[in-house]
């Protein structure tokens, strides 16, 4: 008993469920088979039939459902409504990164797309991993993606880009190219000349961080040649999953908040 109430009994309160589909599967039935989200909804969160779910397409779209069936390999989904709807992000961040350890990428890739990053791209470093990904590798690169697009309640999905040469995405069109280096400018500074507070233009704006073992003099030039700007995001040397995490949270902050 409650000290003068009536017996108080818990308040489970259930976590809202959201299962990623393709665009195309958008249809008045959903038919899910992925066993690890069939699992899930039948042996971990015990779910039943009428229950509701939400789906969300990764193109700004999120939608309300009702589960209509439960089998042994797959659970049938009734759509009932868009609950809820956003345009494409204003602000782009695209983020360079070197190939490194599986662990750190996995770490990079589900944290920065909490951060609000729109795409992602693996380079080969002079000064790090040479060994490209497989496809099985790139699909589950692609998984962890939609995972934490997912559990951030994002309503698109970030893209994952091939692996590509530094070269070739320095060569890309952003409004503002930057990249870690101890011995750069101020996080502000080089900011400074993007839009101004209150402005509602679209800004694309590329990060690029290096290895372990920074940049080669190499990749320097080329970095400054393409025009990008040098940022020092702190004293500490960090670690390429560290220094890739820190600058897209604080570009993302910055985007959002001038």
Request: aromatic share 6%; with cysteine.
């Amino acid at each position: 008993m409650c000290r003068g109430r009536p017996l108080c009994l818990p308040v489970i309160i259930m976590s809202k469920i959201r299962i990623y589909i393709e665009p195309s599967q958008v249809n008045d039935f959903i038919k899910i088979t992925g066993m690890g989200v069939v699992h899930k909804i039948k042996h971990v969160l015990r779910m039943n039939e009428g229950d509701s779910v939400f789906v969300f397409d990764g193109a700004g779209k999120e939608y309300s459902c009702t589960i209509k069936y439960i089998q042994s390999d797959s659970v049938l989904l009734r759509l009932c409504d868009v609950s809820r709807e956003k345009a494409r992000e204003r602000h782009a961040i695209t983020l360079v990164f070197p190939l490194t350890r599986e662990d750190k990428v996995d770490l990079i890739l589900q944290k920065c797309t909490e951060l609000g990053a729109t795409a992602l791209i693996p380079f080969e470093a002079n000064r790090g991993i040479k060994v490209r990904p497989s496809p099985a590798k790139m699909e589950r690169w692609g998984n962890i993606i939609k995972e934490a697009c997912r559990q951030s309640e994002r309503l698109w999905l970030p893209r994952l880009r091939p692996p590509a040469r530094l070269d070739e995405i320095l060569s890309g069109a952003y409004d503002k190219k930057i990249f870690a280096d101890i011995a750069g400018t101020t996080f502000e500074a080089a900011l400074s000349t993007v839009g101004h507070t209150g402005c509602v233009q679209p800004v694309n704006i590329l990060l690029v961080v290096g290895p372990e073992g920074d940049f080669s003099p190499e990749e320097k030039q080329s970095l400054i040649a393409a025009g990008c700007v040098a940022v020092n995001i702190g004293e500490n040397i960090l670690r390429v999953e560290t220094a890739a995490i820190f600058l897209c949270g604080l570009t993302s902050y910055f985007l959002h908040n001038r």
